[in-house]
């Protein structure tokens, strides 16, 4: 199979693939023409956990998996063949070794590979990957091999702002959300929960911080990067200058070349709140994009806000949200919906897809008006992430 380039194809004459990364495993999940219905292909690296499952688009062929196993521990496989046969990277991320009497945490491991993204076309090998914990490495032979990048990983400044593998999020604090400007490689942007939103322009060679503007939890200095969580930050693929951010604190827009966030959740319901992981922007438009909020109270519970799951959809840029919630459970439904696992495809209308805690897997094929379940009883779904092939 071929990834379709050409523009001009109708949408009928591409299919969608669906990559479903599991605490339990891998599954691709192809559609007819219609996204009517779904074939299952899987389990792959059945009882592994798998945290990202990602297609090269530049060849529309090569998968990457981040992965997580009981013999070979973290590591990374790869696939030229779409899953039909996967070999691991001869050189997994990994920390550079402590130096001869170095005490602390100098001699840091990779928990696990958390995240995946694709170099840009001019670059066709280039890959980076974030890890647990924050760690930020390239490979530059298609995800064979990898080695640290850039100066996050050691630098004494950004090790105080990740804090300590015993700080962040419940499985560990990690680098995620590793953006590449389509219009200039040298142009990164990467996330670390904990540790804040950093920017670079000269090819990773240094980072800044971009944290005016959000908040923090009550009690703490915002001014200190530690404290800041982005959930996750996603650029505008119509429009490059704008970026969303899901945070800890609420749900973010910037509009470059400003460098002050605007609280665009502050116009999310009160009743529900701004507080999620996933955060989808329309391919095309660039004031359209998706959240799907989870409870927020004090105490996070990690469910949907009264057990009733929505997506909450805004057409104008965060001035205003509309819950799309027709065939979601109505009540009881006490799940949510990681930060990896939402996610949309390019065709029109777009398509919508999450995969949920408890093994659910959620199909929209009118931009979120509508909601079927695709797949249900799959192992703590991770990542999903969307593919079109030609049919």
Known sequence: MALDTDQTTPAAARHVVLLVATRKGAWLYHSDAARGSWRADGPHFLGHIISHLKLDPRDGRTLLAAAKTGHLGPTIFRSTDFGGSWKEAAKPPAFAAAAAGATGEAGRAVDHTFWLTPGPGAEPGVWYAGTSPQGLFRSEDGGVSWAPFSRVNDDAQYRQWMGTVQDGTPDGPKLHSIIVDPRDPAHLYIAMSG????????????????????????????????????????????????????????????????????????????????????????????????????????????????????????????????????????????????????????????????????????????EGRNWDCIARHLPEIYAVEAAELAA
């Open 195 to 366: 540790g804040g939103v950093h920017e670079s322009t000269d090819g990773g060679t240094s980072f800044h911080p971009l944290i005016d503007g959000l908040e923090v939890v009550e009690g703490f200095d915002r001014s200190n990067v530690s404290f800041h969580d982005p959930h996750c930050l996603r650029m505008a693929p119509s429009r490059p200058d704008r970026l969303y951010q899901q945070n800890h604190c609420g749900i973010y827009r910037l509009d470059r070349p400003a460098t002050t966030w605007q609280r665009i959740g502050r116009n999310m319901p009160a009743e529900v709140g701004d507080i999620g992981f996933p955060l989808v922007v329309h391919p095309r438009d660039a004031d359209t994009a998706w959240v799907l909020p989870m409870d927020g109270s004090t105490v996070w519970p990690r469910t949907s806000p009264g057990g009733k799951p929505a997506v909450y959809a805004t057409r104008n840029g965060g001035d205003s949200w509309k819950r799309l919630d027709a065939g979601l459970p109505p009540g009881e439904a006490w799940w949510t919906v990681k930060r990896q696992a939402m996610t949309a495809d390019a065709l029109d209308p777009v398509g919508l897809y999450f995969g949920t805690t408890s093994g659910e897997l959620w199909a929209s094929r009118d």
